[in-house]
């Protein structure tokens, strides 16, 4: 297959970037989007020319280090993936790609492709756990938790943390990932003991950090790669109502 | 050998960590406070390492070369992680767990510590539910368990196919309390460069601040590396793109023993390599074993009208398959160990039944389709399904998947006694890094076990019998000619390798040098191949430093760099592998000498002559490596040849 | 720690219950309005007369007013500091599968603003400030022939092509904001949220229909 490719290229934080076109060929359908970028950088190592520097790790969807905006769409055109894992048979032979970074002010771009997200680590950092020391804790099946309650945990703890939700957002609201983590910790007795101070705590992070605020468009849930539910964000709306008003 | 003491405490296997923590050395809360460690790595072991010695009150600095903690890789382990808690009555113990762990890795591990993590896996799986991670449960709420290979009881914890996602996600939890209460700093995008030895201790670190290309030094009282393993010499594993065994080898070259290079885990259930272009292999977890069964046609045209297109899967009759683990391992069936599935799939696939490419066989969950309905098969493996149709495109409720061995893991690391520490005082090694407790092959879901019980239960004790000595130590500056040392020494490096300026891409080479490293010292090994390819990789060590390209600048961004130093040091790596490989005149486990074999085909091991964990010692640029050996006694276990068939 | 009125979730908050409380006086308004198509004004007219001179009414005059205050300022708050969060955009924008009408919210908003101020001039401040209304009597006192006035502004053709584009707009905002402020004040619910979304949706074209009816139906019809 072949490609004409539109890709954001910037020096650093502060200079200003563009938009260069590579046009790449003979690239099997087979391959992931990122292998073709190996591919591309490859012919730029051989004309000695600086690659196009993007974040990747794991390249089986689970690290979430990986993340473009693909043709309008975080992870580009495929559902419930990362970048990693779409795949070039997404798109047609011939067809032009534009590769933009994640943008939202509280990301700023590192290089290229390459944007810093340390601030979903500092909203984590201003409350995300259960404060309990290593040892001294109680045995496991101590305290049994609902199937259900465990499962709706389950589906929150999956965010990989990668902020395709920030991206996709036309607001660059965090407010999916940071329900995520309030919606494990709310349905499970362990996680409600300091629920409250946690939610106050990770919702002013998040503020102070300056993400936009949730107008429920529903982008997020559309874009995330392990389709975490709307459902979050209103349990940590009424969390959040819950721990103000008492 | 005098030179390697393990330290194994006096007493009887049961009471041997009981009685060291009772014995051993501790710090008091107003000296942990002027005490630096170093953590290099934030996976499973080094969070945990980081968070319990922050919350002891250690002033704790921790690394990363990934953005966030949060993306180490322990946090792609899919299946589980084991502990003895016997919650389904089904007959484990403590000491089963031991037994089990020390069978499935062919004697070649160290007693007391295995032990030792088979009695510490109860107390992680309560610190985990505890920091809520969210363990699958059944409907009277209390935890669930499913089996893994080489075991006869179901103790292995899951989290969907996400465990270790799961447990990543609850260390770095407890990392980031730490981080917020101060007692640990965090530095992510730093990647560890060298070692800086005081007086023969471990004192800190060089680092390259990979955002900006800045060397930094960095002091601690001790030094903890918890970087995983080298799987990724290999170039296509199912490691990270970033995995490397960069520190792990800066560390050997400071006098680091490297234990067991060549045993390496062969992962029998990932998606096979299908095309040149491939950048990484993926894993289908192990659990998939529990109801997937693996077949190849029984007949040879059958399986090249496969190969040729002409036929498909399902329409091979019954009769016609071959379950080759069901038909060679009647007890264990398609739950064998890995190393035992892994060279039976290549066994098979050499014989010319493969399936897709000829480097595939089938795993069917046609049967536990029909007999579980398609909603407990997607409910148990839906993520897996899934994302095994987004790679290969092809639909595996409806034709069986297509698998084939590939590097997984890293049993083989440096040496440390029981405390986990290396031969360098005050420098430590945890996890994968570590060789410790898996021998020649490591058990499915025990990799997670170990990294947490060594960076929760186990560092947190050990380093301070340790510390406890270096209290009247003042922090010392990093102006100290040994800092500067090791910083020109890590400068100098990057300068020759950007100054090359030759014609061939370090991933390109990585390649060419990775399908050489798979070919001698991967599933299969001979005397014959290992002494030629010794040779080879000398002749590539000087070809990369001669002819590699790396376009950029060195204070930038620039991950050509990173890549063409992790890679470099592969090379070295793969040497010492060869040389580990090449001594082992036997096969266990994970490391298949062709020359020893049954004559069915399973593997020979020689207790009288290897029943020992080899230990390479670094003693220069092109200068052989001394190999120490750490004779493994078994006191509390009868040694036996491996048997999965009854 | 911030408070509930600058936090982002809590300003959406403010923002939700304002707009559900505008929600419920559309509907006290659509059903005082209908009463303009019956034949004889009279019924209007009182209506309109109770509306203006009881004191409860005019208590929540103000509320009323405070309650679209509240929504407009936030609103303009939020949406500016949601500008703020993404100081470059792409150059190819958001393809993701979202509900159309929740991207413009704001735009629709503005709209609705400009047609609630033309509104307000063309009847409300006509009538209560201006003058020019003839009076008629029922029952001996005084009422204002508001109908009347309805009627002929309703007569005018380009008056009601106006009012039904900005209702039509008035129904796209509606219809993201009715299931919306569920949503923000945290209620859903795998099974009730659903049916919130149904009734949003029949909310959103019984009040548009309503509404829009009035116009079309006098100048076709009165």
């Not at chain 1, 049994?144 to 939700?165: F, L, Q, T, V, Y």
């Not at chain 1, 101070?197 to 429920?216: A, S, W």
Request: charged share 25%; with cysteine.
């Amino acid at each position: 297959m072949d490609f004409t490719l539109r890709i954001w290229r910037q020096e650093n934080e502060q200079s200003k970037g563009r938009f260069e076109i590579y046009k790449i060929t003979n690239v099997s359908a087979d391959s992931s989007f990122l292998e073709m970028l190996d591919l591309l950088n490859q012919q730029l190592v051989d004309k000695f020319e600086m690659p196009i520097c993007f974040d990747h790790d794991c390249r089986e969807g689970i690290c979430g280090a990986c993340g473009l905006y693909i043709n309008g769409r975080p992870h580009g055109p495929d559902d419930a993936i990362t970048t990693c894992q779409l795949h070039m048979r997404k798109f047609k032979d011939g067809d032009t790609i534009v590769i933009e970074p994640w943008r939202a002010r509280p990301f700023p771009i590192i290089k290229d492709l390459v944007v810093d997200r340390t601030a979903l680590d500092k909203i984590i950092e201003a409350g995300g756990y259960i404060s309990v020391n290593t040892g001294g804790v109680p045995d496991a099946n101590e305290i049994p938790i609902s199937k259900k309650n465990a499962d709706i945990a389950m589906d929150a703890a999956s965010c990989i943390g990668c902020g395709a939700c920030v991206a996709a957002c036309k607001n660059a609201s965090a407010m999916l990932f940071v329900s995520a983590k309030i919606s494990q910790f709310a349905m499970l007795p362990q996680g409600r003991i300091e629920a409250k101070e946690r939610v106050k705590r990770m919702i002013d992070k998040m503020d102070e950090l300056g993400f936009g605020n949730c107008t429920n468009t529903g982008a997020c849930e559309a874009e995330c790669p392990k389709e975490i539910s709307l459902t979050h964000i209103a349990r940590l709306n009424r969390e959040y109502f819950a721990a103000k008003i008492s | 050998m005098a030179i390697l003491n393990s330290k194994i405490p006096e007493g009887p296997l049961e009471q041997k960590w009981n009685n060291y923590k009772a014995n051993q050395k501790l710090v008091n809360p107003a000296n942990k406070r002027k005490l630096d460690v170093i953590v290099v790595g934030t996976g499973l072991a080094g969070a945990s390492a980081s968070a319990s010695l922050g919350e002891l009150g250690f002033n704790v600095k921790t690394f990363c070369y990934q953005d966030s903690p949060r993306r180490a890789h322990s946090i792609a382990a899919q299946g589980g992680i084991n502990a003895a808690k016997n919650y389904q009555n089904d007959g484990d113990s403590i000491y089963r767990l031991f037994y089990d762990t020390i069978k499935g890795g062919d004697y070649r591990a160290r007693e007391a510590n295995v032990y030792r993590l088979a009695e510490v896996s109860n107390l992680i799986i309560d610190q985990c539910v505890a920091q809520g991670v969210p363990f699958a449960r059944e409907y009277g709420g209390l935890l669930d368990n499913r089996s893994f290979g080489g075991a006869l009881v179901s103790r292995t914890f899951y989290a969907r196919g996400q465990t270790g996602q799961q447990l990543l996600l609850g260390v770095y939890s407890a990392l980031m309390r730490q981080v917020n209460k101060g007692s640990v700093k965090l530095y992510t995008r730093h990647e560890m460069l060298n070692l800086v030895v005081i007086e023969g201790k471990a004192r800190g670190i060089i680092t390259r601040d990979l955002k900006t290309g800045k060397i930094e030094r960095h002091f601690g009282h001790a030094v903890v590396i918890a970087t995983g393993g080298y799987g990724n010499a290999f170039f296509l594993s199912t490691n990270a793109m970033g995995s490397n065994g960069s520190a792990v080898w800066q560390i050997y070259k400071k006098g680091a023993y490297f234990a067991n290079p060549s045993f390496v885990q062969i992962h029998p259930t990932c998606i096979p390599v299908h095309g040149d272009f491939q950048s990484k292999l993926t894993l289908m977890s192990e659990s998939l074993r529990n109801d997937g069964r693996i077949w190849v046609p029984g007949k040879k045209e059958d399986a090249e009208a496969i190969r040729n297109g002409k036929l498909k899967p399902t329409e091979i009759a019954e009769e016609d398959r071959d379950y080759y683990l069901e038909r060679r391992y009647p007890a264990f069936g398609n739950l064998v160990p890995r190393d035992v599935a892994s060279r039976a799939a290549k066994e098979r696939c050499d014989a010319g039944y493969g399936v897709g490419t000829g480097l595939a066989v089938y795993l069917d969950f046609a049967d536990a389709i029909k007999r579980q309905g398609k909603d407990v098969v997607e409910q148990r493996y839906g993520n897996l399904f899934q994302m095994y149709e987004k790679i290969t495109d092809e639909n595996p409720y409806e034709t069986p998947m297509m698998i084939y061995p590939a590097i997984h893991y890293t049993m083989g690391g440096i040496w440390v006694d029981y405390e986990l520490m290396t031969t360098i005082p005050g420098l430590y090694a945890i996890g994968e890094a570590n060789f410790s407790d898996h021998g020649a092959n490591r058990l499915g879901a025990s990799a997670l076990m170990q990294g947490l019980a060594d960076g929760y239960f186990i560092l947190p004790y050990t380093v301070q019998n340790y510390l406890s000595d270096e209290i009247l130590v003042p922090r010392m500056s990093t102006d100290l000619p040994e800092f500067k040392e090791a910083e020109d020494e890590v400068i100098g490096r990057i300068n020759r390798l950007m100054n090359i300026r030759g014609k061939e891409s370090v991933d390109s080479f990585h390649r060419r040098f990775g399908l050489k490293l798979w070919d001698a010292v991967g599933m299969a090994r001979n005397k014959e191949v290992l002494t030629k390819v010794i040779e080879d990789f000398k002749q590539m060590r000087k070809e990369f430093w001669k002819n590699i390209r790396i376009p950029g600048e060195q204070a930038d961004m620039n991950p050509e760099l990173e890549k063409a130093g992790r890679v470099a040091d592969f090379i070295e790596i793969g040497e010492l592998m060869a040389r580990d490989a090449l001594d082992r005149e036997e096969s266990c486990g994970g490391h298949f000498r062709e020359e020893h074999q049954t004559d069915e085909g399973e593997a020979l091991r020689n207790d009288k002559k290897f029943m020992y964990a080899s230990a390479w010692e670094y003693k220069g640029e092109d200068k052989s490596p001394i190999l120490h050996k750490e004779d493994l006694i078994y006191e509390n276990i009868k040694v036996q040849t491996r048997n999965y068939k009854k | 720690m911030s408070n509930i009125f600058s936090s982002s979730v809590g300003k959406k908050f403010l923002m939700s219950f304002a707009g559900l409380f505008l929600v419920v006086f559309l509907v006290v308004h659509l059903s005082i309005n209908l009463l303009v198509l019956k034949e004889s004004p009279e019924a209007f007219n009182k209506a309109a007369h109770f509306m203006s001179t009881n004191p409860v009414i005019r208590i929540m005059e103000i509320v009323l007013f405070g309650g679209f205050l509240i929504h407009m300022i936030y609103g303009v708050i939020v949406s500016i500091q949601n500008m703020i969060a993404r100081p470059i955009n792409y150059k190819k924008t958001n393809n993701s599968q979202t509900s159309y009408f929740s991207k413009y919210m704001f735009h629709t908003a503005v709209v609705i603003t400009i047609f609630l101020v033309l509104h307000l001039l063309d009847f409300y401040i006509r009538a209560k400030y201006i003058g020019g209304v003839e009076d008629v009597y029922y029952e001996g006192i005084k009422h204002h022939d508001l109908a009347a006035l309805v009627i002929a502004r309703f007569h005018i053709q380009w008056v009601v092509i106006v009012y039904v584009i900005a209702l039509l707009i008035l129904g796209f905002h509606l219809h993201h904001g009715f299931q919306s402020a569920f949503q923000t004040l945290g209620l859903n619910h795998p099974v009730y949220t659903p049916v919130i979304k149904a009734a949003g949706l029949i909310y959103t074209i019984l009040i548009t229909l309503g509404f829009i009816c009035i116009p079309i139906l006098i100048y076709f019809f009165k």
